[in-house]
Structures are given as structure tokens and as C-alpha cells.
């Protein structure tokens, strides 16, 4: 009588904590399979976009490496595209040695705005190729040359008051340049570079965007940072390069800025319309700073702006930038990539592993409960049975 009242009390209970085990880990396996199947759901279309794009733009490039018609522009993005496809690119290496021959000579067209230079420098220095230069010296003392002092760099002409047009400072041409240099580790002194992030500071609004100049808020006529959402993404990846952290209050406004562009499908208050230049560069920000879900959000958008040829066109731009828009675009594409739960040999071990712990602690946790209730009925037992008797009789 006693085992089978002891039967009852504990088997039951053990029957239910197992029946628990077996759901739980029948969960988690299928939970995280799901997410690494939503993961691995956005790739086709993001590698098939950017194969047509890398198609175009190899199909572009002309005999000696450069793009279009005034190639210092749109050459470096192209080029960093081709090479992070394949660094074994012969494109890419023939577009790399006239970037380089480009910057080597002070009277080419590279050589007239800090952006310029900058950009051309910051592709050198992201493929590993600036040994290509012949002075990396000379380069980097010319683009120090563009700062005012103590504050940014010039390149863009403004129309002054009396209707002649002078260079000035701008967000574009600084966040540009310190990007470069700091990518092709070009020297510049501690002083000269916090004077300059403290001009980029002195342009940001209230809304974390950054204006184009200290009375300009943006002009489309700037190839690099046509509009206020481009400039933000461009000033966030410079801020990066130099140390700046997810955390600082200027970092966190301009990323609160970006993300509310990805609901409003990266438009400006002035055209309402998509902007893909600016959406890569929001793209390789968030990645940079770690917000991979407003990454992959913005990758997502210019998935739908790609024409039929495989390229890529900003409505900001005419049709003989169309290489800029892709290259860098296609520099997105390649680098924003989503992360499954597979992406390695230590991923499967890592899901069995979890798996495999929680279902320890569920069966010790059952085992632990299952000796407290023999104990229990162990010792509640001969009462009982005393109790049984007597009414019997």
C-alpha cells in the first residue's frame, strides 16, 4: 500500500518534469534554427545584387583603371568594391596604381578639395595598398595643406557676399580627410586632428545631422555629401576611425539620426525621395557601431533601388555619377552581411552545447525534486499507514 501511494505522489510529478525537459529543448532547437533560417533568408538576394553590380562596374572601368568621365571621383569606390570581392582582382590593381599615380602628381585633378584626396587615399589604405605611393609623405603634407587652422579642411567654393566664390571649410571635406589618414595611418599631430572633429562637432544640429558648413546646411552639387543623411554617415565612419564609441552623446544623436531616415525611407525633408548613396553610408556606420539591425534595415532598402543593369544611381546625382553610387553601394553590400548561427564549425557546437545544458539542469533540477518527494513520502508514510489501519477496524 505504501508503494503504491508512493507512486502516486511522485511519479506523476516526475512524468511532468520531464514531459518539460523534452518541450524546452524542443524549443530552443527549433527557436534557433528559425532565427539562423530568417538570417540566411536575406543573402541570396543581397549576394545576387551585389554580383550584378560588381558585373557592372567591371564591365565600366576603363583601359588604364579609372571611371567616367572625371574619374578621381567615383574611381576609389569602384575600385575598393572590385578588390573586396576578389583582392586578387587585376581590375582592382589596375584601378589602384592610377589612384596612386593620381595622388603622386600635385597637378592632377585629385588635387584641388580635401575630399578628393582624402577618399582617393582612404581606398589605398582600406585595400593595403598604399605602398603604391611613391612619397606617402608628400601625399599626407599635401592634404594637411587644406586645413584651416585651428579648424577643418577646405575644398568646397561658397558664394561670398559680394558674389565672388572662395573655399571654405566643410563637414564633407574634413570628415574626408581625417578618414584617409587615419586609414592610411598618414600622419597628422593630436592637435590639427582634435581641432578638426571639433569643427565637425560645431556642425552637428540638434537632431544629430551635420550641416555641410557653418551657413550651409547641404548642396548637391558636393559629390561626397550631396545631402544632410550622407554627410551624418560620413562624419559617424570619420568619428569612428578616430576612437569615438557608441556611447559619446555626438555618436549617439547622429545614430538616432540615421535611424529615423530608415523609416522615412532614407529621404530628406526637401526631395522625399530615396536616397542609396546615403543609405550605404548609414549601411557601413551602423555596422561600424555595432547596430547590425538598423545595418541589415538599411541594406534591405537599397535592395529595391538597384536598376535593371546591376547599378545604382542617388537621386541627388545625373546619370555620369552612376559609378559612384554603385561602387560605394557595392561596398555595403559586401560588408554588411548578416551573421547566421552557422556561420562557423564552432556555431553547431556551440547550439548543441546550450542545448545540451539546459537539458542537465532540467533533469538535476527533476532528479532534486524527485528525492525531496520520496523523503516526504518516505516519512509521511507510517502515520498514514497507523491512520488506515485503525478505521479499518
Request: no cysteine; net charge neutral; proline share 4%.
Amino acid at each position: 500500500m505504501r508503494g503504491s501511494l508512493s507512486e502516486r505522489v511522485t511519479l506523476p510529478a516526475l512524468k511532468s518534469a520531464l514531459n518539460a525537459t523534452i518541450w524546452i529543448i524542443i524549443l530552443l532547437t527549433l527557436s534557433m534554427v528559425s532565427s539562423t533560417r530568417f538570417a540566411n533568408a536575406v543573402s541570396p538576394s543581397q549576394a545576387s545584387a551585389a554580383k550584378s553590380a560588381l558585373n557592372w562596374l567591371s564591365s565600366n572601368e576603363k583601359a588604364d583603371g579609372s571611371f567616367e568621365d572625371f574619374p578621381q571621383i567615383p574611381t576609389p569606390g569602384a575600385a575598393l568594391a572590385l578588390w573586396l570581392n576578389n583582392s586578387g582582382s587585376p581590375q582592382a590593381a589596375k584601378s589602384f596604381n592610377w589612384i596612386a599615380s593620381q595622388l603622386d602628381n600635385s597637378s592632377s585633378y585629385a588635387w584641388g578639395e580635401a575630399d578628393i584626396p582624402g577618399v582617393m587615399l582612404y581606398a589605398l589604405g582600406a585595400s593595403n595598398n598604399v605602398g603604391l605611393l611613391h612619397n606617402l609623405a608628400s601625399v599626407s603634407s599635401g592634404l594637411r595643406a587644406y586645413q584651416r587652422e585651428s579648424s577643418g579642411f577646405i575644398g568646397y567654393y561658397a558664394q561670398s557676399p559680394d558674389g565672388s566664390y572662395a573655399q571654405v571649410a566643410t563637414s564633407v571635406d574634413t570628415a574626408m580627410a581625417l578618414w584617409g589618414m587615419s586609414q592610411a595611418n598618414s600622419p597628422i599631430s593630436y592637435e590639427n586632428r582634435t581641432f578638426a572633429i571639433n569643427y565637425l562637432f560645431s556642425l552637428q544640429n540638434t537632431d544629430g545631422s551635420f550641416n555641410l558648413t557653418s551657413t550651409i546646411s547641404q548642396s548637391y552639387t558636393d559629390a561626397l555629401g550631396p545631402e544632410p543623411i550622407s554627410v551624418t554617415g560620413l562624419a559617424l565612419l570619420t568619428l569612428k576611425a578616430a576612437n569615438y564609441t557608441k556611447n559619446d552623446n555626438h555618436v549617439s544623436r547622429a545614430l538616432d539620426f540615421l535611424a529615423g531616415t530608415i523609416s522615412k525611407n532614407f529621404t530628406t525633408i526637401g526631395d522625399h525621395e530615396g536616397h542609396v548613396y546615403s543609405a550605404a553610408l548609414s549601411a557601413l556606420a551602423f555596422q561600424a557601431y555595432g547596430r547590425s539591425v538598423q545595418a541589415l534595415s538599411s541594406i534591405g532598402f537599397i535592395l529595391t533601388q538597384q536598376n535593371s543593369d546591376g547599378s545604382f544611381l542617388d537621386v541627388a546625382r545625373g546619370s555620369h555619377l552612376k559609378t559612384l553610387d554603385t561602387g560605394w553601394v557595392t561596398i555595403a553590400l559586401e560588408q554588411v552581411q548578416p551573421r547566421p548561427l552557422f556561420s562557423s564549425i564552432l556555431s553547431p557546437l556551440v547550439f548543441v552545447g546550450v542545448v545540451i545544458l539546459a537539458g542537465v539542469v532540467v533533469v538535476v533540477g527533476v532528479v532534486v525534486v524527485y528525492v525531496l518527494l520520496r523523503r516526504r513520502a518516505a516519512k509521511s508514510t507510517p502515520s498514514s499507514g497507523t491512520t488506515f489501519t485503525i478505521s479499518t477496524h
